[in-house]
């Protein structure tokens, strides 16, 4: 199989705040809105935004960060 038949590439639109862990402290995210990844093509939740389809995704999800973002966090 190819490579580019399994993953898709799209930006990040939005992130929560994170993940707690078992002590309740929360695990900030590795990725920033902006960056470009690379996703599993079957992973992901559809949802309908104003009319578009979009698809959330867990951090777990995501391959990879092709380019990302620079900001004052980085």
Do not use: W
Request: proline fraction near 4%.
């Amino acid at each position: 199989y190819r490579v580019e038949e399994k993953v898709l590439h799209g930006y990040v639109r939005a992130i929560g705040p994170g993940k707690q862990n078992e002590e309740g402290v929360t695990i900030p995210l590795e990725i920033s809105v902006g960056d470009r990844v690379a996703v599993d093509r079957v992973a992901g939740n559809p949802v309908e935004v104003d009319g578009k389809t979009l698809k959330i995704y867990n951090e777990k999800d995501i391959i990879c960060v092709i380019d990302e973002v620079k900001n004052e966090n980085n």
